[in-house]
């Protein structure tokens, strides 16, 4: 039983028959530090002693839930909830109390922490979605296939942040450079790329009926880099 409570992360402590502490997990030990057995509870909390409710602890329906203050090793007080719950013997008499100490500001800060997380990932989406729809509506303008490649090329590399971007269509069953940006097209190396090629690993594929795309995550273990 000992190991369970000290493994818990919640902190827990125990109290004898006459109202003194017998343990004190790691966990609580690491913001009151270290504990004396026999000191009371409310000197070792530095609290206000009503906020262990004994009598209401003794109800075996129910632990006695009180919220309160306990001020840690530098005085600072921080707000606790306190679940107590009698222990009692094959004679019915009690034999000890479990208290457990569930810290409500660092569960506020988790819950704080967590909703920030949400709110940057909405806000990362809402970008993506107006620059979605932003990019549909520039779509609509063009009338050809050049004017269209040219300005996808474009935004693209911009919103990737890329040095340079090039574009390829697939053409019967090959790949061919339709566009280009940040770089020119003789760099690109060759303009047309069939099933098994490509400049730094395969493009595409072959299928049964045209070629398949690749993804290659690992370039450098490409049969064909």
């Known amino acids: 039983l000992a190991s369970i409570l000290q493994s818990s992360r919640d902190g827990v402590f125990v109290v004898d028959d006459r109202l003194r502490l017998v343990f004190v997990n790691e966990s ?3 913001k009151q530090g270290p504990f004396t057995p026999g000191a009371r509870p409310y000197d070792y909390f530095r609290c206000k002693s009503n906020l262990f409710n004994w009598q209401a602890a003794q109800n075996k329906a129910k632990p006695a839930l009180v919220t309160g203050e306990f001020s840690n090793l530098e005085n600072q007080p921080y707000r606790v909830e306190v679940s ?3 222990i009692y013997d094959e004679g019915d008499h009690v034999t000890e109390y479990i208290g457990n ?3 409500l500001e660092q569960q506020e800060n988790i819950q704080r922490e ?3 997380q949400v709110d940057r990932l909405f806000d990362e989406r809402k970008v993506w979605v107006s620059t979605y729809y932003e990019l549909g ?4 303008r063009y009338k050809n296939l050049e004017e269209l ?13 890329a040095e340079a971007c090039g574009l390829f269509l697939l053409s019967g069953n090959s ?3 339709q566009d280009s940006n940040g770089i020119d097209r003789l760099q690109l190396g060759e303009e047309k790329y069939n099933p098994g090629e490509g400049m730094t690993g395969q493009i595409i594929q072959p299928g049964d009926n045209f070629a ?7 370039v450098e273990d490409s049969p064909n880099k």
């Open 101 to 103: 100490v569930h810290d």
């Open 149 to 161: 490649t040219a300005f996808l090329v474009n935004d693209v590399r911009k919103l990737i942040g």
């Open 212 to 218: 398949k795309p690749v993804r290659q995550n690992h």
């Open 114 to 116: 967590l909703k920030a």
């Open 28 to 30: 609580l030990q690491s």
């Open 137 to 140: 509506k520039e779509l609509l």
């Open 84 to 86: 107590l719950r009698a």
């Open 175 to 177: 790949l061919v450079l």
